[in-house]
């Protein structure tokens, strides 16, 4: 466990920065390509912290849950873009703010 | 690995070789009758294979699934009310589309999906389980219906979804740094033991906390709940209220049991802040709803509500038993009911190519029409609103005597409150469907044959006798939690 | 006599029979039977009579208990003294003959079916009342005779003025009614039982003279007897309730019901005794309401109207008789009254019926040729009214001022306020009449009486002349008040009274020396006619108190004004549901943002709680 | 065993005759007519004649034993007289919709009969869960023959009707499992059962919310003033039938319900709540009695006076004695048939001159003298004329509670006043007054006579005889009786009336 060792404090501030400007673009995205990548950026500021907190307690677990979260991650974006080309198919755009015929 | 785990995962293995063969088949030759078959045998095989499961259990298999008497349970419960769906939605999906057979592979992936959550006692197994669910359920929203709805409702469960998956996670991770374990029975003992950074448990409490109740749809988290609901097809928005929640609940259930989170008051105090505003907000957001879908959604907010009460009183009563037992013997009895509430929807909506009979006009004097799925919506409601002779009924009782054992009078008063409220929208159906011929516009609607004749039959049934004769079921809840 | 059961039981049963028959029996078999029915109960009640004449004894007869609840065991059971005799051959005997009478009046009514039923009935009520050997039965019959009552009046139902009356008549002898159920309640949660007898005898041992209880028991029970005898101040429904058939008036407004109150405090006097200032009151209230009545009776033009007001006026006398203790007295008053003023009815009700339906005094006149038989009557009945000597209505009224005057103290007011009453009986009865029988013809009669109506006419013209000579048994019933001193000048007063008032009336009337128009017509004498016309204005003022408060009551209450609470909470509840509605916009980059802040909210409750 | 049958007999006699229609569409009148006799000669000919214990049958199957609930059914004296009641006016409920109900008379009657089966329910279980079940699931056929047979505003009433209920309902639930509850603290097992929950030592606070929850419900059945006003509004839409269960017997679930449960479960508690229950009372015989005066629907009106009556029922089971017990079970019984009949009368004139308002009546005794006559006798039996059954019921009241609360006895003998005012309005408006000359209409028929024959027969009986009534009845209060605590009776409360009168005002 020689050389440079990141305090895993810092790494988690960083990640807790992507997660918040996730979270940012989520709110003030509107269009639907901007929040999968919002939504990406938050996946994989969670997957960081595990990194991170898998390398504090010296287990591969950290890493582990890394990997799943890129599938998932993967999994979700594809399901994602599908449904991009077909909204923008039918809505003929992908400003989301523009999809509201579901409320009230 | 030995037999007996196998032996213990038999549903899990049933339904993914159920896939495999689902798969071939519609590589092979597209049939969708033989699709939808296929798939509610798998689902009803591995219902059935629970029952042989049982008799290993309890057996941790890896650090990841514990195979005991309640994830069976909940197999069960989840693997018959994908089959229901499976076969409700059959001819709905016939009138839909080119032959999506997929929708059944879609099908038995978010039931597998949930009943991996069933299993799940580790943060890895949940991650799995609740996206296999998760992505499932995006495409299920989406995929036979080729109108601008389901689109618009699966985007935004994908967007609020992932969202509050990546919000649990992170909250995960946080977890995972000051404990250094995924595991929830050992998560217990560090938190027990270590001098844990309170810094950093709280936040990743709260957004663990707050992935799980975006997933259940409790208040301020519900937003999503109606528009969703509403797009999807009728019969995944039975699924997706029923399975796709109670997975999540039973996870949630099995978190704060196994790492016994229960000693965090204030996490416990949050569960019964939530379980009050989703009560109230949810009967007060169904009230004058035209769009049975919609009613069905926001009521589905109060249920959960109402079954969030048992967190408190697992820390207020001296029989926590008691409430784990209302808890299941609730979840139980509310999945039966809405997969039969929607199944209603489904049947009478399935020949309407591009749009669904949900609105209140629509079932008017459906009565008359169509006695048996009227009397099917007829329990339903009844059930869901808590009225003797039904599941519902019981489930409510069950909640009642737990909150009652704890003394947990706000959580008891919420309820009342919040169930009088309700009274009125579940009534409004009946009212309608009881509507003489003279008194509304014509409406048609043809209900597909005899499978629907049978799940009905069968769905009332059940509602009925868990309603009558719960004492059976009663007995074995019992024995599984002692 | 065990068979002291069918008394009651004959009128009854043809009641029932009758109210069966629903109007499609013949209407020979149905006066037959109405009258029939009545004529064998009166021959019981004759048979009974003679038989406690010869031993007066008193007779109990048990029929069975009409419930037993703890010790409330009141019995449907009969008690037979003097008192009970005399009211019982009242009842049949003047009931007979109006029941005959009412042959002939009612012949071409088509309901005559339902009106022999209603008047059997109520003469089956009115002898329960007086036979009841218990408070309750004798409530039960108290009540049933209001039923009919407001039966009667209203009989002629098509005219919504007769049910107005009807309804008077019953709602406001119901509020005495309810003032006497509460001094049954008091009576019984006091004394635990019940049965009169008993209860005089509880009574007396338990209380003392002048105790509050008493007091309050006998003053409920005397809101009662005010309510059913039309006295003050519950005394406006009667002469609304000239509405009804004149027979009903003869039966139920003149010689029966209207005494029930009488025959009730005559009944429990033991308690009276025991409450002296409820005596006093009761000698007041008769004294107040007979002046008041006969000065009203002064101005009325309808025939039945002034009746009307003369037998309130001379229920004031037999109430101040009960009211210093001169019970028997009373009770003589009550009988004497019953034949004069049944006699006066009838002979009215000919009038009304030979006239066709005509009840203004001054558009008669001259009758005493053309109506023979009907002038005779009413002579005669007038003359007792009005106290004439050697009249019947002259030995009762003279004893009750006699009685009146002993008094100590308050006697010599009550007696001068008794005169004052007598002088204006006279004044108003034979002012009646003058101006109907004397003077020139308006109408022609157009028919004469049959010998069904003239028969019970000429028997009660007897009865009214010679009814003084009777003797009551009443002797076993009330104590004996001892024998009046003889003073002459008293005596002397009270029979020129009456005179002196046929001799004003004969002024003003008919011998017109004195102008009674001129007096009429000065702006104070039309005042006071109208005044008196109007019965003192005191209907004006009850509605103005009760009627107009409770109808705008009722009608501000109509829509339910609760409802307007649980329609509150429906309104909050709507208006919470229309506020959280409002947030689901279906945006999603608003849902992402709720999400937010949920997520924020949750972190900062949790960190809070930390710190 | 009997009793269990009973209930069945209904339930399946109301399957068949919703099956019947197919056949042939009168046939569910007779079916439903079949049923209720078979059910009330079954209910006479298993009677026993002895108690065995506190109960003149009694039955208990395990059920639930997790939560200690049993089917438990049992029947005393009042329960033995409310069935009877129930089956007698189930007979006159049907007699009067005979010739009303077009709209699938199947399911009309099938609903009618699982009303009287809930309702036998609620009279015979003594198992508090099973209580409550009945008492939930008769209100949904009730809910039914409203929504469905009612008049034209029915959906509103309707669902006022099943709001109230439930929400009160949910309530006694409530009270219910606290109750259960507490027993599990005394007694160390969990049991609904009546008998195992009687005579708790409960805690004074808790014992006294709890006997709320009970009451609330009982009171908005009974219905007392201020939870009335559910009931104008479903009499008046309700069809013919169905006003005649919901005044005949539904309301006297409520006031059963206070007297088998509320008051002995409670008796502490209930005794300190006396004076405010009699408030209640008093205030519901007059406001009653005064919108009775104000409606002009003839139905409204019969159904204010049901509130006025029912305000008697409260005001004897509070005063808590002897006379005022028997007098509130003489008004169940009496107030059930009079007012039985005054809907059924008034079902019969809605049916003929399709208004049920009175201003448009008038003379009708003309037309319709046999019509005339019975609203006569009913009217002034419920004004409460001495010689009938509701007489006996308010003198026995008014007489109980006088013992205790003189002052309140004299603002509700005021009722009887009342009670004449808006008996005789409502003769004169619809029965006298000039007759319309176009207006022609059949008069009572043969049957009809004879549901009002009997109905006059039973008043009278009630009236003239009611020891039968009152001998039944006696053993279950004077149990009653025996729950007050030594040394204190409600008149020992009286003096807290005027304090908690004053606090609420």
Request: glycine fraction near 8%; include cysteine.
């Amino acid at each position: 466990m020689g050389g440079l060792q990141i305090p895993m404090e810092h790494v988690l501030t960083l990640a807790g920065l992507l997660f918040s400007c996730g979270l940012l673009g989520l709110m003030l995205r509107r269009n639907i390509i901007f929040m999968l990548m919002s939504l990406e950026v938050m996946l994989n500021a969670a997957a960081l912290a595990f990194v991170a907190a898998g390398a504090k307690w010296g287990q591969a677990d950290g890493q582990i849950i890394f990997l799943l979260i890129l599938s998932v991650a993967a999994a979700e974006v594809a399901v994602g873009l599908g449904l991009v080309l077909q909204i923008q198919r039918r809505f003929k755009t992908l400003d989301m703010d523009q999809a509201r015929r579901l409320r009230g | 690995m030995n037999v007996n785990h196998f032996h213990a995962l038999l549903p899990l293995l049933v339904l993914a070789t159920g896939i495999v063969v689902l798969m071939l088949q519609i590589a092979w030759k597209r049939n969708i009758g033989l699709s939808a078959a296929l798939a509610a045998l798998t689902l009803a095989l591995a219902a059935l294979s629970c029952r042989f499961a049982v008799e290993v259990a309890p057996l941790q298999v890896t650090p990841l699934l514990q195979a005991d008497r309640f994830a069976l349970l909940f197999c069960t419960l989840f693997c018959l009310a994908g089959a229901a769906t499976a076969l409700l939605s059959r001819d709905y999906i016939v009138m839909r589309g080119d032959q999506p057979g997929e929708f059944f592979l879609l099908l038995l992936l978010a039931t597998m999906g949930a009943c991996v959550l069933a299993y799940a006692v580790h943060l890895a197994s949940l991650l799995l389980g609740l996206e296999l669910l998760s992505v499932s359920l995006y495409t299920l929203i989406a995929y036979p219906n080729k109108t601008v709805l389901p689109l618009e409702a699966a985007a935004k469960y994908l967007v609020l979804s992932g969202a509050a998956s990546a919000t649990a996670l992170f909250g995960f991770a946080l977890l995972y740094a000051a404990t250094g374990t995924l595991e929830f029975a050992t998560l217990g003992q560090k938190l027990g033991v270590t001098d844990t950074p309170q810094s950093m448990l709280l936040p990743a409490a709260a957004m663990i906390f707050t992935g799980l109740a975006f997933k259940l749809s409790l208040v301020p988290f519900h937003l999503w709940t109606a528009d969703v609901y509403d797009g999807a097809p009728a019969p995944v928005t039975g699924f997706l209220a029923s399975v796709a929640k109670g997975a999540v609940f039973v996870v949630l259930l099995r978190l704060f049991l196994d790492a016994d989170l229960f000693r965090y008051r204030i996490l416990v105090e949050v569960t019964g802040l939530l379980a009050i505003l989703s009560m109230l907000g949810g009967n007060l957001l169904a009230l004058l709803q035209t769009n049975i879908k919609r009613m069905l959604a926001y009521s589905s907010i109060a249920h959960l509500g109402y079954l969030m009460i048992i967190f408190m009183v697992c820390i207020t009563s001296a029989d926590k038993a008691l409430a784990v037992e209302a808890a299941i013997y609730y979840l139980i009895a509310y999945t039966a009911t809405t997969v039969a509430a929607f199944g209603l929807l489904t049947l009478i909506s399935a020949d309407q190519a591009e749009r669904e009979n949900i609105q209140l006009q629509q079932v008017s004097g459906l009565f008359w029409r169509q006695p048996l799925p009227a009397c099917l919506m007829l329990v339903a409601l009844l059930s869901l609103a808590g009225i003797p002779l039904t599941a519902g009924f019981i489930a409510k009782f069950y909640l009642v005597n737990a909150a009652v054992s704890g003394h947990n009078w706000v959580l008891l008063a919420a309820l009342v409150v919040g169930s009088s409220i309700a009274i009125y929208y579940y009534l409004r159906v009946i009212y309608y469907m009881t509507r003489r011929p003279e008194e509304h516009p014509v409406v048609q609607e043809t209900i597909s044959g005899w499978r629907g004749r049978i799940l009905s039959g069968v769905l009332i049934g059940s509602i009925l006798l868990l309603g009558v004769a719960p004492q059976s079921l009663m007995h074995y809840l019992r024995a599984i939690l002692h | 006599m065990a068979s002291i059961w069918l008394i009651p039981f004959f009128p009854l049963a043809s009641a029932v029979l009758l109210l069966l028959s629903t109007g499609r029996m013949p209407r020979q078999f149905a006066a037959l039977l109405g009258a029939g029915s009545v004529g064998l109960a009166a021959v019981c009640v004759a048979l009974l009579a003679r038989a406690f004449l010869a031993d007066q004894e008193v007779r109990e007869v048990t029929l069975w208990t009409w419930m037993t609840v703890g010790n409330f065991t009141p019995r449907i059971a009969f008690y037979i003294d003097g008192l009970t005799v005399v009211m019982m051959s009242v009842i049949t005997g003047v009931g007979f003959l109006i029941h005959l009478y009412s042959i002939e009046f009612m012949w071409e009514d088509e309901s005559i079916c339902r009106y022999f039923a209603y008047m059997n009935l109520f003469v089956a009520a009115m002898l329960l009342l007086v036979m009841a050997d218990n408070l309750l039965l004798l409530y039960l019959g108290w009540e049933g005779v209001g039923l009919c009552s407001y039966l009667l009046v209203g009989f002629w139902y098509r005219d919504p003025n007769n049910g107005k009356a009807a309804r008077k008549a019953f709602v406001v002898t119901r509020i005495g009614d309810t003032a006497m159920a509460l001094g049954l309640m008091l009576l019984f949660t006091e004394l635990g039982t019940l049965d009169i007898q008993p209860l005089l005898a509880a009574a007396n041992s338990q209380w003392q003279t002048g105790d509050t209880l008493p007091i309050l028991a006998t003053a409920l029970l005397l809101g009662g007897a005010v309510g059913k005898s039309a006295q003050l101040p519950l005394h406006t429904w009667l002469p609304d309730a000239m509405a009804g058939p004149t027979p009903v008036s003869a039966l139920i407004h003149a010689a029966t019901m209207v005494t029930a109150g009488v025959y009730l405090i005559a009944r429990t006097f033991g308690l009276f005794l025991l409450a002296p200032p409820t005596q006093e009151a009761v000698a007041w209230i008769g004294l107040l309401t007979l002046l008041l009545a006969a000065f009203a009776a002064l101005a009325q033009h309808d025939i039945k109207r002034i009746l009307a007001y003369s037998t309130i006026s001379q229920i004031g006398y037999m109430f101040l008789a009960l009211g210093v203790s001169a019970f028997a007295s009373g009770i003589f008053h009550l009988v004497t009254h019953a034949f004069f003023k049944a006699l006066l009815f009838l002979a009215a009700g000919t009038v009304i019926h030979c006239l066709h339906h005509e009840h203004n005094i001054f558009r008669m006149g001259g009758l005493r040729t053309r109506l023979p038989v009907v002038f005779w009557s009413f002579l005669i009945g007038s003359a007792a009214l009005a106290a004439l000597p050697f009249t019947s209505g002259f030995y009762s009224k003279d004893a009750i001022l006699l009685s009146a005057w002993e008094v100590p103290g308050i006697g010599p007011w009550l007696w001068a306020g008794g005169l004052l009453g007598a002088l204006l009986t006279g004044i108003y009865s034979f002012r009646l009449v003058f101006i109907v029988f004397f003077g020139e013809a308006h109408h022609e009669p157009e028919r004469q009486p049959g010998w069904k109506m003239a028969l019970p006419l000429v028997l009660l013209c007897a009865l009214a002349l010679a009814g003084g000579l009777l003797v009551l048994p009443l002797a076993g019933v009330f104590p004996h008040t001892g024998h009046h001193q003889p003073n002459h000048l008293v005596e002397y007063i009270s029979i020129g009274t009456p005179l002196l008032g046929l001799l004003i009336a004969y002024l003003l009337f008919l011998g017109r020396q004195v102008s009674i128009d001129t007096l009429v017509e000065s702006p104070g004498g039309s005042a006071l006619r109208d005044f008196w016309l109007g019965g003192w204005r005191i209907d004006p003022l009850y509605d103005a108190l009760w009627v107009r408060p409770y109808t705008a009551l009722a009608h501000w209450w109509r829509k339910e004004p609760l409802d307007g609470v649980y329609n509150g909470v429906v309104t909050v509840v709507q208006w919470a549901h229309h506020k959280l509605i409002a947030t689901q916009t279906g945006e999603l980059r608003w849902y992402a943002t709720t999400m937010v802040f949920g997520l924020v909210l949750l972190v900062a409750i949790m960190l809070r709680n930390a710190a | 065993m009997s009793m269990a049958l009973l209930i069945l007999i209904l339930l399946v006699g109301g399957l068949l005759a919703w099956r019947s229609e197919k056949a042939q569409a009168n046939l569910p009148r007779w079916v439903a007519l079949a049923t209720v006799v078979i059910s009330l000669a079954f209910l006479l000919a298993t009677l026993p004649q002895e108690h065995t214990g506190n109960w003149l049958q009694h039955m208990k199957l395990d059920w639930m034993p997790r939560f200690g609930i049993a089917f438990e059914l049992a029947m005393d004296g009042v329960s033995l007289l409310l069935l009877v009641l129930t089956l007698l006016l189930g007979l006159v409920a049907i007699a009067s919709s005979w010739s009303e109900i077009d709209f699938k008379p199947g399911l009309f009657h099938a609903n009618l009969l699982w009303t009287l089966a809930g309702v036998c329910g609620v009279f015979l279980a003594v198992d508090l869960f099973l209580f409550f079940l009945f008492w939930e699931v008769m209100l949904i056929p009730m809910y039914l023959l409203i929504a469905i047979w009612g008049h034209e505003n029915k959906t509103y009433a309707a669902m006022k009707f099943f709001i109230f209920t439930q929400a009160s309902g949910l309530l006694m639930l409530l009270a219910i499992v606290v109750l259960a509850w507490q027993g599990m603290a005394i007694n160390g097992q969990l049991s609904f059962s009546y008998s195992d929950l009687l005579g708790l030592e409960l805690d004074p606070r808790l014992g006294w919310w709890t006997m709320l929850g009970f009451f609330l419900a009982f009171t908005v059945k009974l219905p007392a003033f201020p939870f009335h006003t559910w009931l104008p509004d479903a009499h008046t839409q309700a069809p013919t039938a169905g006003s005649v269960l919901l005044a005949g017997i539904l309301l006297k679930t409520g006031a059963y319900g206070l007297l088998r449960f509320c008051i002995p479960l409670f008796p502490q508690a209930s005794m300190e709540f006396a004076p405010v229950a009699m408030a209640l009372g008093v205030a519901g015989v007059l406001y009653g009695a005064v919108l009775a005066f104000a409606q002009s629907d003839f139905k409204r009106l019969v159904a204010y006076s049901s509130v006025s009556h029912m305000g008697f029922v409260l005001l004897g089971l509070y005063a808590w004695n002897q006379l005022a017990l028997q007098g509130a079970v003489m008004q169940m019984v009496a107030h059930g048939v009079s007012t039985a009949a005054l809907f059924m009368l008034a079902g019969a004139l809605q049916h003929r001159l399709h208004t049920r308002d009175m201003g448009r009546m008038g003379g009708l005794w003309h037309q319709a003298p046999r019509m005339g006559a019975c609203a006569m006798f009913f009217a002034v039996a419920s004004l409460g004329l001495p010689g009938l059954g509701n007489f006996v019921a308010e003198i026995l009241v008014l007489l109980g509670l006088f013992a205790v609360q003189p002052a309140f006895t004299a603002v509700a003998a005021l009722g009887l006043i009342t009670a004449a005012v808006y008996s005789l309005r409502m003769l004169q408006q619809a029965f006298q007054g000039v007759p319309d000359k176009q207006r022609s209409m059949p008069d009572f028929d043969a049957r009809e006579m004879l549901a009002m024959g009997a109905m006059m027969a039973a008043l009278l009986w009630l009236g003239l005889y009611p020891q039968p009534v009152l001998d039944l009845a006696r053993p279950v209060l004077e149990g009653l009786q025996t729950l007050v605590p030594p040394g204190d009776t409600v008149a020992a409360q009286a003096g807290g009336a005027a304090i908690v009168l004053g606090a609420g005002l």
